[in-house]
Nanobody, 124 residues
């Protein structure tokens, strides 16, 4: 059973930055990607970025492109999400999830393992 632990959330003023971490107990050999999701109050959870676990290819949704960057440290089994130029509409609970197979979810993967979520609040 893969465990994902997130950290790095908090409160920040508009225009500020935060870096989220997602530490995995392991990346199984058939891992495909780490996806980043967020759920704003009263809204459904949505995926907005992912990074391949093998070649580090990244994708980000236009809503965050140019502001958020996913990266990984394979030696530490950790994926990062650098978030810059944060806006109030970025306020949400942020989750990372591990996709170990292809599927119909965000990015074409099926996410079987999820982190506990971390709150990000952007306000003045």
């Amino acid at each position: 059973q893969v465990q994902l632990v997130e950290s790095g959330g908090g409160w920040v003023q508009p225009g500020g930055s935060l870096r989220l971490s997602c530490s995995a107990s392991e990346f199984p050999l058939d891992s495909k990607a780490i996806g980043w999701f967020r759920q704003a109050p009263g809204k459904e959870r949505e995926g907005f970025a992912y990074i391949h676990t093998d070649d580090a290819f990244t994708y980000s949704d236009p809503s965050v492109r140019g502001r958020f960057t996913a990266s990984k440290d394979g030696a530490k089994n950790t994926v990062y999400l650098q978030m810059n130029s944060l806006k109030p509409e970025d306020t949400a609970v942020y989750y990372c999830a591990l996709g170990v197979r292809y599927g119909l979810e965000f990015g074409g993967y099926a996410y079987d393992f999820w982190g506990q979520g971390t709150q990000v609040t952007v306000s003045s």
